[in-house]
């Protein structure tokens, strides 16, 4: 008798997984006719307008290679991250002509030498994200960049904080919604980074009044090998925490007032992961600093670029943008 039920309960479970199976083979034969006719793409695209026009001021902490990074995004036409597909593209005559320079002269591996003015440049995204079962979100947006020379942002004789504009290129900082990307050089020391750093923070304070901005900060030269292993590591802000724990310190006492995010990025990116290798060959400048030229143009992959601009225009972070480095 036992061995009767036995064997009505085998029977029964070996049924019920002849059914199981035969339904999830189903199930995928029905997915996979569905993938090629596309009549997965029954989920409406959805499109997200970002504010045009978000302007954002940008400029250096010790020779960062700020131009070099405006120039970097201007060549970023079209790239593949996972599975977004990003596209910028320069629309002013400025952003345009710093696309060409970029061309001509950063990927000839020559040196693209900085912006001695103040210049704005006009960009356009679009960030094409795809989803499984057809699901696809397009995001558009533009942004205006200022490229200031070393130390200017906040020079008296500007006059960016005295509530008044001076030309059409001078930005007014009181204005709330102002932001702010700050490049820092990830391979300058930190004694020399609070020099620069401190009379920007003492400025940036005569704003708490008048409401939240958003500030970037952008750990530039990731490229680096030692730099690029600890940022694979710890991610950008641990990094920066453990590069200038003071600097960092005086910017958490800031989050009280300001949105802060930290972003780490490589005009030049690397040729190899495993084993860390950049493609950048330095130069070492009259003023003690080093800049980079791009090592070979055929393997051109930067990281980090479009991230911090993404965030300041949104307030959102993007995780694929993020760790584009990986």
Request: glycine share 8%; net charge positive.
């Amino acid at each position: 008798m036992p061995y009767l039920i036995l064997s009505i309960i085998v029977l029964i479970l070996g049924s019920l997984w002849n059914l199981i199976k035969y339904i999830f083979n189903g199930f995928i034969k029905v997915l996979v006719a569905l993938l090629n006719t596309k009549a997965l793409l029954v989920f409406p695209t959805k499109l997200v307008e970002i504010k045009a026009d978000n302007q954002v001021i940008v400029f250096g902490l010790g020779t960062p290679g700020v131009t070099t990074y405006l120039a970097a995004l201007t060549l970023l036409s079209s790239r593949k991250i996972g599975n977004i597909l990003l596209r910028i593209e320069p629309l002013n005559h400025n952003s345009k002509g710093l696309s060409e320079s970029a061309k001509n002269v950063m990927m000839q591996s020559s040196l693209l030498l900085g912006s001695c003015s103040i210049e704005r440049y006009f960009f356009g995204f679009t960030i094409d994200q795809k989803y499984i079962l057809g699901k696809r979100t397009i995001t558009h947006g533009c942004f205006s960049c200022k490229d200031f020379p070393r130390g200017t942002p906040f020079q008296n004789d500007l006059s960016y904080l005295d509530g008044g504009l001076r030309t059409e290129e001078n930005i007014n900082l009181n204005e709330a919604d102002i932001l702010i990307l700050i490049l820092f050089n990830g391979q300058m020391n930190e004694k020399d980074l609070l020099a620069e750093l401190k009379p920007i923070i003492n400025e940036l304070r005569k704003r708490e009044k008048l409401g939240t901005s958003r500030i970037a900060i952008g750990l530039n030269r990731c490229d680096d090998v030692k730099l690029y292993t600890q940022l694979r590591r710890f991610g950008a802000e641990k990094l920066f925490e453990k590069l200038f724990p003071k600097a960092y310190q005086i910017n958490k006492a800031l989050k009280t007032v300001f949105e802060i995010e930290y972003f780490a990025m490589s005009n030049f990116g690397m040729i190899s992961t495993k084993p860390p290798v950049p493609n950048v060959n330095q130069t070492l400048l009259d003023n003690g600093y080093t800049s980079g030229t791009l090592k070979n143009s055929q393997v051109w992959k930067p990281f980090g670029l479009i991230s911090p601009l993404y965030w300041l225009s949104t307030g959102k972070r993007h995780p694929q943008l993020d760790k584009d480095y990986l």
